[in-house]
Structures are given as structure tokens and as C-alpha cells.
């Protein structure tokens, strides 16, 4: 623990591809920026393989993509600093963040890129299992089950591509959607259903996870008809939660504007939030596009807003110092 007191013009917290980027474009705009990495250097895509749709690579593995952005970042500038923001105050100028090192971080200006966390489906029998069978990333926890049968929920590109990647292990991979159809990248759906490893069972949710605790483990889903109501009971030993990401506002909630369903709300084409000073991108804010290249862009913007956002609010404070 350091009780230290940092300072800096622009504090980035978020280490994604919107936090990288902010930090490439603000170190070149000589902010000479600090940029808080948080639990998950890299961020979501350091939990999956194969992205196929950054622009330049027609694949590259996300974890190495994140750590080519990172270099990025220092290179031109950036203080990238492991350390993860426990407590943020917006009512005090300079803002005031602290970490969990114990440092405290005082910045003229804020650019939050925090991303979004797996959602869960909120069942005391998902919760039991957690981490005993239950598991919302198939790259973390996928090489457990070689050999076993694997439920995955969920109808969106996560779902879809964690269940590809979980045929790498699994004798079986089954997909239980709660509609009809799925919302994943026609390309993605069609190595889904083209996969002899896979089977779908569609219009049902998850009504409980079943499993014993001697030891503790998941030995199958059971799984009910939407309209129905008609119980299917699914084998498996490992079931993986993929219905989705919410923001992660946690520091914010009370501070900021927020809005559908809790994202920072920010001045349309801008990322300029309710509070003058403080700047949002990539997933944090955006409940539509959630992709690696929106994030970068929306980091691109912000870094150029609290630039001139700097620049203006310091002229005034010299101006009003002259007078
Ligand atoms: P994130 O990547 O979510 O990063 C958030 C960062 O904030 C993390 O570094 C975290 O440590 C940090 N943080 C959070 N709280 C704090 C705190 N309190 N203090 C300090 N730091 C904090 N998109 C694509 O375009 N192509 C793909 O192929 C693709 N594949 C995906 C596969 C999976 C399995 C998932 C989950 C997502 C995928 N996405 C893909 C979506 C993409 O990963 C996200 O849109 C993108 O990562 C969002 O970037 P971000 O910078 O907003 O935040
Ligand atoms: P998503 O697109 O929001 O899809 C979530 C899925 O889970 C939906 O099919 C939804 O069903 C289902 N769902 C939600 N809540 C549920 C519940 N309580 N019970 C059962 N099912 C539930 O989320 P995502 O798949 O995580 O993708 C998030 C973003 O990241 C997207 O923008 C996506 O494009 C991006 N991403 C991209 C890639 C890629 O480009 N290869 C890979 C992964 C993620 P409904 O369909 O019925 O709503």
C-alpha cells in the first residue's frame, strides 16, 4: 500500500481498446496522460481468440491485439499504471480518484473507459455453481471440460462463438436460446449450425442448474419451453453464462446522467458527459454498436474533446487569474 498523491491534466481509467486509444491521441496532444488499467489489462477481448473484424487483420488473437494497443499507448506517452480505481469523486475540482493501492489520483480532466462486465442470469442455483461448473468465459474455462457435455446460453456473437470455441473440448456443445433465432453475424451462425458438435434447443430458458455438492459440480441445465412451460432437462458439466454485457458504472452511477438500462449518457456525437470536464467511451456508454473499433474511435473522440476541453478551461482559469 502507497498513500501517494498523483496528479495529472487527463486521468484514463479503463485499459480497452476506447482506454488505449484515448491514451494514444492524448499523449500526442502532450496531456501526458495516466491511464489506470484496472483488473482486466486489455479488457474484454484478452477473453477471446480469433477477432476477424479489426481493420488491417483479418484475424489476430485479441489477448496479442490488446498488448500491441498497450505498447501503442506507452510508446507515445501513456503512464500505464496497474493499479484499479476504487472510488472516483466528480464534486470536487481537481476530480479525485483512489485507488486500490492507496494511491489517490487528482486529474483536471477524466476520460472513463470501464467497459462492460458478463451478465448473469440471476439464479440462486447459477450462483451455487459459480466457478464449480458454472462459468461465463470460454476461454478461461473451456480446457476443464474435454470430453464432457456443455450447455451455453444465449442467442448473441458471444454465445455463438463461445459455443464454436467450447467444440474444441466438449463431446457436446448444446445451445439453449430463448427465441427462435439467433442475433449473432449470419457468418457466425452458419459455422455454428454447419458444427456437427453443436445442437441447438431453441424457445427455452434456464430454469435452474442442477448438480450435487459432494463434490460440488453441475451435472446438467433444466431448461423451460418459453411458451409451454414444458421441462427438458440438458446434461452437462459445464454450463456458460453468454446472455450479454452491462456497463460498468460502478464508480459513477450517482454522478453521472445515465441512460437505456445504465449507460453514461453523453452529448450525441461527442463524449462529454453531464459533468464539464469528465469524458466516456466505448462500452460504458454505447448500448448499440459494443465493437473493439466503435470503442477505439469513441477513446479517439475523448481524447480530443478533453483536449480542447483543457485548453479552453485553462485559458479561462489564466484569464481569471489576470484579472
Ligand atoms: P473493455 O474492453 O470492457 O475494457 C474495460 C476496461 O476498464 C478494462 O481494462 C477494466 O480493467 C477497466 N476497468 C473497469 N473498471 C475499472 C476501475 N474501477 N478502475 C480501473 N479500471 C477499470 N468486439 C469486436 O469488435 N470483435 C470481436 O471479435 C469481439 N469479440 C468479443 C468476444 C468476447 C468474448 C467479448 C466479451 C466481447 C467481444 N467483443 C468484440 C466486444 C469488445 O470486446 C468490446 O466492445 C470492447 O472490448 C469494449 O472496449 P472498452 O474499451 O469500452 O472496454
Ligand atoms: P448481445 O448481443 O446483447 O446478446 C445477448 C444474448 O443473450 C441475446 O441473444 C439475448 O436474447 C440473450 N439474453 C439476454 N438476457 C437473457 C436472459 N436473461 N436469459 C436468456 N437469454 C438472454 O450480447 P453479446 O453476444 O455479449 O454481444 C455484446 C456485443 O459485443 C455485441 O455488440 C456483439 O456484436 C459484440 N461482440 C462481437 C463479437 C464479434 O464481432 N465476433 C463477438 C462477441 C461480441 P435475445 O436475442 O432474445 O435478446
Redesign the pocket.
Known amino acids: 500500500m502507497t498513500d501517494a498523491i498523483r496528479h495529472t491534466r487527463l486521468l484514463i481509467?479503463?485499459?480497452?481498446?476506447?482506454?488505449?486509444?484515448a491514451g494514444v491521441y492524448a499523449s500526442r496532444a502532450m496531456l501526458n496522460p495516466i491511464l489506470?488499467?484496472?483488473?482486466?489489462?486489455?479488457?474484454?477481448?484478452?477473453?477471446?481468440?480469433?477477432?476477424?473484424?479489426?481493420p488491417g487483420d483479418a484475424s489476430v488473437m485479441?489477448p496479442d491485439l490488446?498488448v500491441r494497443m498497450e505498447h501503442h499507448a506507452k510508446e507515445m506517452g501513456t503512464e500505464i499504471i496497474s493499479?484499479?480505481?476504487?472510488s472516483?469523486d466528480l464534486s470536487v475540482r481537481p476530480f479525485r480518484?483512489v485507488?486500490?493501492s492507496g494511491t489517490t489520483y487528482t486529474a483536471d480532466a477524466v476520460i472513463l473507459?470501464?467497459?462492460?462486465?458478463?451478465k448473469w442470469l440471476g439464479l440462486p442455483s447459477e450462483e451455487h455453481f459459480k466457478g464449480f461448473g458454472v462459468s461465463a468465459?470460454?476461454?478461461c474455462d473451456g480446457f476443464f471440460y474435454r470430453g464432457q457435455e456443455i450447455v451455453v446460453v444465449g442467442g448473441g456473437?458471444?454465445a455463438v462463438?463461445?459455443a464454436l470455441f467450447l467444440t474444441n473440448f466438449a463431446s457436446k456443445v448444446t445451445l439453449i436460446h430463448r427465441r427462435d433465432s439467433l442475433r449473432a453475424e449470419k457468418i457466425m451462425q452458419d459455422r455454428l449450425f454447419k458444427n456437427p458438435k453443436v445442437a441447438v434447443l431453441w424457445n427455452h430458458e434456464i430454469d435452474a442448474v442442477i448438480g450435487g455438492d459432494n463434490p460440488r459440480g453441475v451435472e446438467g441445465v433444466r431448461a423451460k419451453h418459453v411458451e409451454t412451460g414444458e421441462i427438458t432437462e440438458v446434461p452437462c458439466k459445464g454450463f456458460f453464462v453468454?446472455i450479454g454485457?452491462a456497463p460498468?458504472t460502478?464508480?459513477v452511477k450517482d454522478q453521472l446522467e445515465l441512460h437505456n438500462g445504465g449507460y453514461v449518457k453523453v452529448e450525441p456525437g461527442t463524449t462529454r458527459t453531464s459533468i464539464p470536464g469528465v469524458f466516456a467511451?466505448?462500452?460504458?456508454?454505447?448500448h448499440v454498436?459494443?465493437?473493439?473499433?466503435?470503442?477505439?474511435g469513441?477513446?479517439c473522440m475523448a481524447a480530443l474533446d478533453a483536449e480542447k476541453w483543457l485548453a479552453e478551461h485553462e485559458a479561462d482559469q489564466t484569464a481569471a487569474a489576470a484579472e
Open positions: 481509467i479503463g485499459s480497452g481498446p476506447a482506454g488505449y486509444t489506470v488499467q484496472g483488473i482486466q489489462p486489455g479488457g474484454q477481448l484478452t477473453i477471446t481468440t480469433d477477432v476477424e473484424n479489426w485479441g490488446m493499479d484499479h480505481i476504487m472516483l480518484a485507488g486500490d473507459a470501464t467497459g462492460a462486465q458478463a468465459c470460454a476461454t456473437n458471444t462463438e463461445e453468454a454485457h460498468a460502478e464508480l467511451a466505448g462500452d460504458l456508454t454505447d454498436y459494443r465493437q473493439a473499433v466503435t470503442s477505439a469513441m477513446g
